[in-house]
T-cell receptor, first 107, second 110 residues
Framework: KNEVEQSPQNLTAQEGEFITINCSYS?????LHWLQQHPGGGIVSLFM???GKKKHGRLIATINIQEKHSSLHITASHPRDSAVYIC?????????FGSGTQLTVLP | AAGVIQSPRHLIKEKRETATLKCYPI?????VYWYQQGPGQDPQFLIS???????DKGSIPDRFSAQQFSDYHSELNMSSLELGDSALYFC?????????FGPGTRLLVL
């Protein structure tokens, strides 16, 4: 079993829909990261969470430490949100990555 | 704002050749991380450096070595390249737990 599990693996949505991507982890962590990877490979860090909730624009990330679960929400989705969203956990200074969720937002 | 710089962005090598990838962290970042992402795979942590000393080691093959220099830039040296080394190699830098990723070097081994 992977230490970091994401669901769904693939997600197709219509523009404007509310999107949720889930991440569960099985190990003790110091922080959880949500990353965005666009075609061509560049990775952008969206959030780093150790508790509670963070919001940036249309993106919201939550984490429940007791349940070892985090969610990434996108409100009013847009085709430019299409990317791979990766959950990664840090133990010390290294990251362990989930397999990513391929999001496609259709116009 | 300055970002993490990696060079080269693309590299083509033949089997058994050597390659050197370079990473220039964001100014004043003291930690550098290297990751390898094979085609269709999750990124895998290779190695990290804090204040020019190796701090963590992941799944880095013995054929690879890395170091961080006095100006905090880092180099990943890869020898006896194999076809399976074809991947996207990311560098990231940080001062705390937020890692800022470079654009990656795409290595193709023929």
């Amino acid at each position: 079993k992977n230490e970091v599990e994401q669901s769904p693996q693939n997600l197709t949505a219509q523009e404007g829909e509310f999107i949720t991507i889930n991440c569960s982890y099985s190990v003790g962590i110091s922080a959880l990261h949500w990353l965005q990877q666009h075609p061509g490979g560049g990775i952008v860090s969206l959030f780093m969470l150790s508790s509670g909730k963070k919001k940036h624009g249309r993106l919201i990330a939550t984490i429940n430490i007791q349940e070892k679960h985090s969610s990434l929400h996108i409100t009013a989705s847009h085709p430019r949100d299409s990317a791979v969203y990766i959950c990664a956990v840090s133990k010390g200074r290294q990251l362990t990555f989930g397999s990513g969720t391929q999001l496609t937002v259709l116009p | 704002a300055a970002g993490v710089i990696q060079s080269p962005r693309h590299l083509i090598k033949e089997k058994r050749e050597t390659a050197t990838l370079k990473c220039y962290p964001i100014p004043r970042h003291d930690t550098v991380y290297w990751y390898q992402q094979g085609p269709g795979q999750d990124p895998q942590f290779l190695i990290s450096f804090y204040e020019k000393m190796q701090s963590d080691k992941g799944s880095i093959p013995d054929r690879f070595s890395a170091q961080q220099f006095s100006d905090y830039h880092s180099e990943l040296n890869m020898s006896s390249l194999e076809l399976g080394d074809s991947a996207l190699y990311f560098c990231a830098s940080s001062t705390d737990q937020t890692q800022y990723f470079g654009p990656g070097t795409r290595l193709l081994v023929l």
